[in-house]
């Protein structure tokens, strides 16, 4: 899903190029009015002759994977964000977790850039604390995650990460992004992959790596941001 960011789709589609099994498909879910991510697709297509798929739709990260979900061929299918840099051995990882007919998604590790605000890590000791404990990779019942401190190490979870986020595609078809959540729609992801957790088991898995830049959040107005979390999280 991208919208007006056509230098970051291109790195992103690159690294994607890169990794991709010979059996895979991109698709590049528009949601920006002037299309312009269309360019970029034809300049990859004909630079790589590599199978990507571009689809137009309305703005907003619900209604945009919902339509990859719709576009997609595949038995799974795997979200990531366009500020996004997918490392080799992603989609060997994700694969091995499919292995497994009771496994419905998987994610895996996001490395971001520091956040200088304290305890703002999503594997920070002191978040988890502030959190209450629990099982690491669980949600709280007031919307929160509990993050996972022990990164190097896979487990059973109940939510998967914006920037690396899989399913089994029939699963994702019927529980789908819900598209109540506008705009930035922040906790969209934590909302599907939680929902789709009560399917089967979801996993991290953390040979699966993407480098994230977080550019989303950390470009929003910090209280348009504290708004979205209030009430996001209360829904």
């Not at 890169?18 to 297509?45: H, N, Q």
Request: charged content about 25%.
């Amino acid at each position: 899903a991208t919208k007006g960011r056509p230098q970051l789709l291109r790195e992103a589609l690159e690294s994607s190029i890169a990794v991709i099994p010979p059996d895979g498909e991109i698709i590049v879910v528009d949601g920006d009015p002037s299309r312009s991510a269309a360019r970029v697709v034809d300049e990859l297509v004909a630079e790589h002759d590599e199978r990507i798929h571009y689809v137009h739709s309305a703005p907003g990260l619900p209604v945009q994977r919902n339509a990859g979900i719709d576009a997609a061929q595949g038995e799974v299918v795997v979200f990531t964000d366009d500020d996004c840099i997918l490392m080799p051995g992603l989609f060997e990882a994700l694969s091995g977790a499919f292995d497994d007919p009771e496994v419905v998604g998987a994610t895996g590790l996001v490395l971001e850039p520091p956040d200088p605000r304290i305890g703002s890590s999503s594997s920070s000791r002191l978040r988890w604390l502030v959190l209450g404990g629990g099982r690491q990779g669980t949600m709280t019942n007031f919307g929160f995650r509990r993050p996972i401190v022990d990164i190097e190490r896979p487990r059973e979870v109940q939510y998967m990460f914006g920037a690396l986020m899989s399913s089994r595609r029939s699963l994702a078809a019927e529980v789908r992004f819900d598209e109540r959540l506008s705009g930035y729609a922040l906790g969209e992801d934590d909302d599907f992959s939680c929902r789709l957790s009560s399917r089967g088991r979801l996993l991290y898995v953390p040979s699966a790596i993407v480098r994230h830049r977080a550019l989303g959040t950390r470009s929003m107005d910090r209280r348009a941001q504290d708004r979205l979390v209030v009430i996001n999280r209360t829904y």
